[in-house]
């Protein structure tokens, strides 16, 4: 387990770091135009009609692309079983179009909950599951949480990515800040469908792709301070 830097007792708001192992970085892929920045957003207790069984949904696959210079977010929502599957294959198709056009990118993420669900929604469905595998033994995903937790050290006592932020990007501007609270956004979200109050499940909608914008964001940045750490970028 990595060992943490002690952060100084009279700054609680500075964020230092240490490069332990600059080969864990070099390791990174070679940036690419073409590259994707993905993070899913969930719920665990989501079941479809009251079936007690099959228990998750994933709601929202965000991803974040810098090719046209600026970053673009995509979002792929699911409200349902049926949906989930539409959007694992808009998804997949998604990222077959771009290797097309990019055959050196990579999906960077955070943490393994991505690839994870990826395998878990593609034998759900049963759809895609050569695509993913193919994904996987061409190395396309890469976790940037095991290459944080190999080659820095820094002064937080958790690597959570929104513990790392303030060493490569400004303070997040949309109004949710932790992925538990896009759940709980996410049943106010349906509640108000439900209710017909369709004006207001469409903002709770907006505030949870902002939210799910600034993870996309934060792994892009992230993907960038890391190379600029050993000199790659």
Not at 56 to 66: A, D, N, P, S, T
Request: charged letters at 30%; a negative charge; one cysteine or more.
């Amino acid at each position: 387990q990595m060992r943490q830097l002690t952060a100084a007792e009279e700054d609680k708001d500075t964020v230092v770091h240490e490069v332990i192992d600059e080969a864990v970085i070099r390791r990174l892929p070679v940036p690419s135009q073409g590259d994707i920045f993905f993070d899913f957003e969930g719920d665990p207790l989501w079941v479809e009609g009251g079936t007690r069984k099959d228990w998750g949904l994933e709601y929202l696959f965000g991803m974040v692309e810098i090719d046209s210079g600026t970053p673009e977010f995509t979002a792929f929502w699911a409200h349902d079983r049926a949906e989930e599957k539409k959007a694992l294959q808009d998804f997949v198709a998604h990222v077959l179009a771009r290797l097309e056009r990019w055959p050196d990118l990579h999906i960077y993420h955070y943490a393994a909950y991505e690839v994870t669900a990826l395998k878990r929604l593609a034998a759900r469905h049963a759809v895609h599951e050569d695509d993913i595998d193919q994904f996987l033994r061409m190395g396309l995903f890469v976790d940037l949480y095991a290459t944080v937790r190999g080659g820095v050290r820094v002064s937080q006592r958790s690597s959570s990515i929104k513990n790392l932020e303030p060493l490569y990007m400004d303070v997040r501007e949309a109004e949710l800040q932790k992925g538990d609270a896009s759940i709980v956004e996410y049943h106010r979200y349906q509640a108000a469908r439900d209710e017909g109050r369709l004006e207001e499940a469409d903002a709770i909608l907006q505030g949870i792709a902002d939210y799910n914008t600034e993870d996309c964001v934060s792994t892009w940045k992230l993907r960038d301070w890391l190379v600029s750490q050993v000199g790659l970028d």
